[in-house]
């Protein structure tokens, strides 16, 4: 999820309705309904219930389908694109360099529509748009879920934790393990020094900054198998 900062396209009125509404939500919980009416999650709109998207927002929003690369998960124009592959194809990126990685899957396009989803869930202590996001990861990773023997988040470094005060990559990675139904090894990987915002650099110097910066601890590191991570950091 790259990016730094979020967008302030809102007016001062409804910044503050969303700062209320967000308060309301951590203090009240199940009362919110009957105290704040639910709107979309990233616009003003009344919506059946809490944490979902109107049809114009949800309309807006770029899904990641089928075909894609079997490996980076970039999607195809057409199912012949690509190069043939047993399973699929994949992209000319990804035949000429192979991932270190087996297969990568995205839900949405990085655009304005998903920004408004994403920044303020990474960056705005939207820790609410969890639920949604991870509802989406699981339709676009179905088949790696599927497969995986269990889920673990990419870490943050801990100066970054006490600072942000929560992993989004972790309530991500919980979530996607109860719809998968599979086991969530929070503490598996850790990040071993702190690395610069990742938002605006290519593959390569991304690749160049994580280079050693994550391990698996130990008493995880025998744990085999294949895992599946969500990304966020
Ligand atoms: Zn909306
Ligand atoms: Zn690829």
């Not at 639910?38 to 075909?67: I, M, Y």
């Not at 408004?116 to 748009?129: A, V, W, Y």
């Not at 979530?175 to 850790?190: C, E, F, Q, S, T």
Request: aromatic share 6%.
């Amino acid at each position: 999820m790259p990016g730094s900062g979020w967008p302030e396209t809102d007016s001062a009125p409804t910044r503050a309705w969303r700062w209320l509404q967000h308060g309301a939500r951590r203090v009240a919980g199940g009362a919110l309904d009957a105290l704040l009416p639910p709107h979309c999650l990233t616009c003003d709109a009344a919506v059946d219930r809490q944490g979902s998207l109107c049809a114009a927002c949800f309309g807006g929003l770029s899904f990641v389908t089928e075909p894609c690369c079997q490996h980076c998960g970039v999607p195809f124009p057409h199912r012949c694109a690509g190069i043939a592959v047993p399973g699929g194809g994949i992209c000319p990126a990804c035949a000429q360099r192979p991932p270190a990685f087996a297969a990568a899957r995205a839900a949405l396009r990085y655009d304005a529509a998903s920004q408004r989803l994403i920044l303020p869930f990474k960056h705005g202590d939207r820790t609410e748009f969890a639920d949604p996001l991870a509802r989406h990861m699981a339709r676009a990773g179905a088949a790696l879920l599927a497969r995986a023997d269990l889920l673990a988040p990419v870490p943050l470094h801990w100066r970054r934790l006490l600072s942000r005060r929560y992993n989004q990559a972790a309530l991500l990675s919980a979530r996607l393990a109860r719809i998968a139904g599979k086991p969530h090894v929070p503490d598996l990987l850790r990040r071993q020094r702190p690395t610069p915002p990742l938002g605006e650099r290519g593959a390569a110097e991304r690749a160049a900054v994580l280079e050693g910066g994550l391990r698996a601890l130990p008493r995880r590191g025998g744990a085999g198998g294949r895992t599946a991570g969500a990304a966020g950091g």
